[in-house]
């Protein structure tokens, strides 16, 4: 018995991160329908480990439950301006710790990713490198709370990201990132934090920039 409950949370674990991921690269864009049936055909599963998917992604407020299912959720300019309320303090604090507590190896990652991206001329791949810089600065902060936190607040911002191809912004991101680098590499964590709040406090006013555009186009 207790094998079979292993086994059953490991097969709803894999369906449950399988979706999730679906759900984050953009599969289900947000407004989109989430049937246990459809989603049971689409996985090859049956409809429990799709129904315990849906619940789990609902308690991660991905997705939430309306008359026709489960349905991916449209968030509001309000939600977005919450939710970096919480990421921009986090985040800054998770730089200026990565400062203090850096080393050689974490320097050589960031480096690294930033060169990576400073180097990529597909714009499809430019959100990943950012996301994986973000990443490696928070291992760098040695923070196992502050970098799962960011996680979760991660998750809930994936879908909705900046629209940059109608607005003609210009990407500010390489040299924002470079900054927040130097910083890192010189030891001095407040302005490494400095410069990493005013980075995603132009990612949030692009977000929530694009959402409004789009709510009202």
């Known amino acids: 018995m207790g ?9 709803a674990d894999v369906h449950y991160l399988r979706v999730k991921s679906d759900l984050l690269s953009g599969r289900f864009p947000p407004g989109t329908v989430l049937l246990e049936t459809a989603l049971g055909k689409m996985y090859g599963v049956s409809r429990t480990p799709m129904r315990e ?3 789990r992604l ?3 407020r991905l997705i939430e439950r309306s008359s026709r299912g489960f349905v991916v959720r449209e968030r509001s300019a309000e939600e977005i301006l919450a939710i970096y309320e919480a990421r921009i303090p986090l985040e800054t604090t998770a730089a200026a710790l990565a400062a203090e507590r850096r080393g050689s190896v974490d320097l050589e990652r960031l480096e690294h990713l930033l060169a990576a ?3 990529a001329t597909d714009p499809a791949t430019h959100a990943g490198l950012n996301e994986q810089f973000h990443r490696a600065l928070r291992a760098a902060a040695r923070s ?3 970098a799962s936190t960011l996680e979760q607040l991660d998750a809930l911002l ?3 990201r900046p629209d940059r191809s109608v607005a003609k912004v210009v990407d500010r ?3 924002e990132h470079e900054a927040v680098l130097d910083a890192v590499r010189d030891g001095a964590g407040e302005r490494a934090g400095a410069a990493m709040s005013a980075h995603l406090t132009r990612m949030r006013d692009l977000r929530v920039a694009t959402l409004v555009r789009l709510s009202t186009g």
Do not use: H
């Open 144 to 146: 196992d709370v502050i």
């Open 158 to 160: 994936t879908v909705y």
């Open 117 to 119: 991206r400073r180097d």
């Open 58 to 60: 609902a308690q991660d």
């Open 173 to 175: 991101t390489v040299e």
């Open 3 to 11: 094998a079979d409950s292993v086994s059953s949370g490991s097969s």
């Open 53 to 55: 998917a849906l619940a």
